[in-house]
């Protein structure tokens, strides 16, 4: 056990449909990381935040929305799904933003949108 | 624009070998790079990482090679073992201003008996 909880571990959904993903940081972690990977992309970098504040933005999508809450965990939402999303999402955490470089990751949430 | 190459896709490897695996970065700026292995089921699992201000780092049958002029660093896997079969993830970062890492397309590793 990695001390990063994701969950569901599995999503079915129906195209056109909304989801939540939940995250919980290892305990002491500040920063909580949302990836993508998909077969042919391997892991893309979706957003980050630190202590509840966005700080950096990767390759997510309008349709994609993340936040993380006081007591930081955090919640990737997925509108308006689309086949191409299917994919697993991971979530890391990291002690804090910028001195300590460590992730850990959780063991992901494997969405498929039929 | 893909900010790690990772080469190959793919590596088979037998028993007591070893297994190389490289990357490319392109940010002059990137001051860590890290390995991830990742077993089917799990997320990627932190393996060993190193710094530009040293060109090796070895632990236990794993080692980096890191050449900071040519930008590319690579992983060694000393008498691979089929417990090593796992997808092998390079990284680098961070992004300036924040602490996010890029990493490579993986490459699958197979140690057969």
């Known amino acids: 056990d990695s001390g990063v909880t994701q969950t569901p571990k599995h999503l079915i959904t129906a195209t056109g449909q909304r989801v939540t993903l939940r995250c919980s940081p290892r305990s002491g972690d500040l920063s909580v990381y949302w990836y993508q990977q998909s077969l042919d992309q391997g892991l893309q970098f979706l957003i980050q935040?630190?202590?509840?504040?966005?700080?950096a933005k990767g390759n997510i999508l309008e349709r994609f929305s993340a936040q993380q809450f006081p007591d930081l965990h955090s919640e990737l939402n997925l509108s308006s799904l689309e086949l191409g999303d299917s994919a697993l999402y991971f979530c890391?955490?990291?002690?804090?933003?910028?001195?300590?470089?460590?992730?850990?990751f959780g063991s992901g949430t494997r969405l498929t949108v039929v | 624009q893909q900010q790690v190459k990772q080469s190959p896709q793919s590596l088979i490897v037998q028993k007591g070998g070893i297994s190389i695996i490289n990357c490319a970065y392109e940010?002059?700026?990137?001051?860590?790079f890290p390995w991830y292995q990742q077993f089917p089921g799990k997320g990627p699992a932190l393996l060993i990482a190193?710094?530009?201000?040293?060109s090796e780092k070895k632990e236990g049958r794993f080692t980096i090679s890191f050449n900071k002029s040519a930008k590319q660093f690579s992983l060694h896997i000393m008498d691979s073992q089929p417990g090593d079969s796992a997808t092998y993830f390079c990284a680098a970062g961070p992004q300036p201003g924040a602490n996010n890492l890029f990493f490579g397309t993986g490459t699958r590793l197979t140690v057969i008996p």
């Open positions: 890391a955490s990291s002690v804090d933003a910028g001195q300590n470089y460590g992730y850990t």
């Open positions: 190193i710094r530009p201000d040293v």
């Open positions: 935040y630190y202590n509840g504040e966005e700080r």
């Open positions: 940010n002059t700026a990137f001051d860590y």
